[in-house]
Each structure stands twice: as C-alpha cells, then as structure tokens.
C-alpha cells in the first residue's frame, strides 16, 4: 500500500482487496483491471454505452420499487446516482477494458459498483459501505449481467445511431451542393478507367449523394425494428428467474419513459439473451455504408491526381504538405483516412461475425467483443463523414476547362456519334484517331460524314448527357 493514499478494503467471493478510496468502483471491477489489459479502449470511451447503463439501473430501481421490493430511500439514491452519470458526471470510473471475459460480468459490476458508492456518499455514508446500499443485493436487484448488458448495448447503439444519421444526411447534402455547382461542367465518364461517353461532373457528384442517401432509410429502419427490442427482465437465460412476474413488463416501460427511446420486449426473452443476429445486420449495414465511402473516395482521389500527369478535373482541399522530400507535394490526406476507417469497420464486421457465432446454448460469452466493435464501427463512421464533409467536400473546386478539354479529344465522343454514322464508320473514326491522335470531330467533318449543323446539334452537352426524344434526321 502507498504511503501516500488512502485505501478501503472490500471482500467478494475470492477474498478481500485493498480499493483506492478516491474511487467509486469495487473489488470487482479493481479485479477486472487487474485481469483485461487487451484494447486499452474503458468502457468510458463510449459515453453513450454509459449513460444507456445508467438508464437501464435506474429503471431497474424505479420497478423494484413500485413493486416494494426495494426500500424508497435506496431507489432514490440509485436514481440520483443514475442521473448524475447520465447528465456526464462520473464516467471516468467507467474504466474496465472493452474486451473481457465473463459476458460482460466485469462491466455490470462496473456501473453496480459506481452507483452503489455515488448513492452512498448522497446517503451520507462512505464508500463500500454495502450494508447501506449493495452493489448486488440493491442495485443489481431483479437483474443478471445476460439481460441489463444487452440491453445497455442496444440502447446506447440507438443513441449513437443517431448521430450516424446526422453525418450521413449531411455528407449526402454536401454532395448534392456540389452536384448543383457542377451541373453545367461537361466531362467524361469512364469505365474500366478508359474513356467512355459524355457526363457532367454534376452527375457524377449528384450519384455520390444518391448511393449514400439510400442508405439512410435502410439504416434508420434497422435500428428501429432491431435495436428497440430487448431481453431485459429476462435475467439469467431469459426465465426472468429471480424477478416479480409483473417486473418485466414494467422495467422496460421505465427505460422507454426514462430513455425517450421506444424501448419493447423481445418476443421471446430465452432466444433474445442468446441470438447476435441484429448485431450482424447492423454491423453490415455499417460496412455497406462504408465501402460506399471508400469507393467514392477513391473516385476524389483518381479525379484529383496529378496535378498534371493526372486525370485533375476537380481540385481537393490543400490540408498539409505532402512530402518531406518532394516539395510542393499535396496529398489526398482526407479520402486516404477515410479509406483506412473503412476498412477498419470491414474488419470490425467480421469480428462481429465471428462472435456471434461462437455463442453457445443459452449465452453469448464473446458479446464484448460485439459491442466494442459496434460501437467502434458507429463512432469511426460519424466522424469519418464528418471530417469528409467539412475538410474535402465543401472545398472542392473544378477544372472546368481541362474538363472540357478532355471531353473534346476523347475518343468516347464517336459513341455519341455512332446512331447517326453507323457502328463500321464510328470504329473505323475511332481507330483512325487513336493511331493518328487526331480527334474524333476532325475526322468526321473530314470525311464528311455529317454536315455542321447536325454535329453541333449532336454535340450539345444535354443530347449527350441523357436520352434524346427525337432522332435526328441525316
């Protein structure tokens, strides 16, 4: 013991240890730091998951109470203690590591412990003074780590799900922004990274916003039918053994009302404590929305390379110097993060894929691991959109005349041509003006195979860039 801290001792079931008294945690979670050094990633690096537990206790406490099992003065210091954490205060004793053993034993105990001293001191009494307010006996009461942690998974998923939503819509209105300054800019798309048929840069901007803005009523639509359904009440294996038969229906109103969140039973608690299945449909909803990201990226990078020995129609957001021996040198430093966070939650969904299917009868023991990457997944993706949005998107410029000028001497404008000088005539031009470098419209007005007025009708940016009405007569 340090001579220069003050210590309590405490007991569980392998005997006692000496607990710092500056802290509002217990043996148990002092045995859990001892034991999981692995993320080095506190369940406080997840306020949402915090505030979403302290929900789940105080309802607890508010149904235990109304059913008189628990003293009136115990469930008012739970609930104070509760919404104390939840308002902010206290997460930093929110310190047991993400992945652990025990189905996430360590990180009930964890909040158990934390609310039963804050409720302690608010009862005049000092830390670990169980005999007053119990970890187990008071605020665990009705309870099992196999209901009230799933339960604070899927909760504080939804509170961070909607902050997911606010930075998709964002990104997705960022690009249509641009898709609007960009409408008139004539360019040219290209598959298989060659030259293929006449664009604007507005379109392809405007598709950028579209293939994220699908997934916005997906997403939302997932976290409401998957997230809002939970086992609590049904504790151990989900038989509610342990509870008043009226309990369970009552907690989980009290965590609606308390959460703001349309909170619901599962339909059938014993499948609900065990399934991961919602976890895996979230978690590839999230990959989806991310190599959505990534592909997109990899587009800003390709049409901003160069500056000159690159395709450099659209010019990204200088952020920082790009080398420290080429000077002059600026990278594509925001869609390159973005890359990496994508492929950080490609990892994380099969992680999340895998734990889910090594759960055994009536329990997931590898949920930790679930949660962690959950969370990790919503919270990489928010700010990922984010730090695109406002650091690259918003100042992207175009090249508007080398657009054009690409455009022009690109060997895809005899596509646009070909309905009007036939397949074998288009070909031969093509050929012809790769092996020459000549351009398309030369060898055409060349050979005079259309007369001025019709080129020109044909080559008007909005008869290339969508269906024509009416044929033009030759």
């Known amino acids: 013991m ?5 210590y309590r001792i405490e007991k569980d079931l392998l005997g006692t240890k000496e607990v710092p008294d500056d802290v509002y945690y217990g043996v148990q979670t002092l045995r859990a730091i001892e034991n999981f050094r692995l993320s080095g990633i506190p369940l406080s690096h997840y306020p949402d998951f915090v505030n979403a537990f302290a929900m789940v206790k105080q309802a607890t ?38 992945i652990q053993g025990g189905a996430g034993t360590s990180t009930n105990m964890n909040a158990n412990e934390v609310i039963a001293n804050i409720g302690l001191e608010s009862m005049n ?30 909760l504080g998923l939804l509170f961070s799900h909607e902050s997911l939503l606010v930075s998709l819509d964002k990104l997705a209105a960022s690009f249509v922004a641009k898709a609007n300054e960009f409408e008139h800019i004539l360019k040219m798309g290209r598959t298989q990274l060659q030259d293929a048929v006449p664009m604007t840069l507005g379109q392809e901007f405007k598709a950028f916003a579209s293939t994220l803005a699908d997934d916005l009523p997906l997403l939302r639509s997932v976290a409401a039918n998957l997230l809002t359904a939970v ?18 229906q009552l907690v989980v109103k009290q965590l609606a009302e ?8 599962s339909f059938d608690l014993v499948a609900a404590t065990y399934d991961m299945g919602d976890f895996v449909l979230l978690s590839g909803m999230l990959k989806r929305t991310a190599v959505k990201l990534s592909k997109i990226c990899n587009d800003l990078r390709l049409l901003s390379s160069g500056p000159r020995t690159g395709i450099n129609e659209i010019n990204l957001p200088a952020r920082q110097p790009g080398s420290s021996i080429m000077p002059g040198k600026v990278n594509p430093v925001i869609p390159e993060a973005v890359n990496q966070i994508a492929f950080e939650i490609i990892g994380n969904d099969v992680a999340v894929t895998m734990a889910s299917e090594a759960g055994q009868l009536q329990l997931n023991v590898m949920e930790p691991l679930i949660a962690y990457k959950m969370f990790d997944s919503i919270g990489l993706l928010s700010r990922a959109m984010d730090m695109l ?13 080398h657009c054009s000028a690409l455009a022009e001497n690109s060997i895809g404008l005899v596509t646009a041509l070909n309905p009007f000088i036939g397949y ?19 060898l055409v007005k060349e050979e005079n195979l259309l007369d001025e007025k019709v080129l020109a009708d044909i080559l008007r940016p909005e008869n290339m860039i969508a269906p024509r ?3 033009v007569s030759v």
């Open 2 to 6: 340090s001579i220069n801290k003050s």
């Open 61 to 98: 406490a508010q149904a235990n109470c109304e059913l008189g099992h628990l003293a009136k003065e115990k469930c008012e210091a739970i609930k104070k203690a509760c919404q104390r954490i939840i308002a902010g205060e206290f997460h930093d004793q929110f310190v047991v590591d993400m």
């Open 125 to 154: 009494h000092a830390k670990g003074e169980y005999q007053y307010l119990d970890p187990n006996n008071d605020v665990n009461m009705s309870q099992s780590t196999n209901d009230t942690y799933p339960t604070a998974i899927r």
């Open 231 to 248: 086992n609590l009440g049904g504790t151990a294996i989900g038989t509610g053994i342990n509870t008043d038969p009226r309990y369970q």
């Open 258 to 265: 308390i959460s703001g969140q349309p909170m619901k039973s």
């Open 389 to 401: 949005r406002e650091l690259c998107i918003d100042g992207i410029t175009a090249n508007e005349a």
């Open 424 to 442: 074998a005539n288009s070909t031969r031009i093509a050929k012809k003006a790769l092996e020459t470098g000549r351009g398309v419209l030369e």
């Open 469 to 471: 009405l009416e044929s």
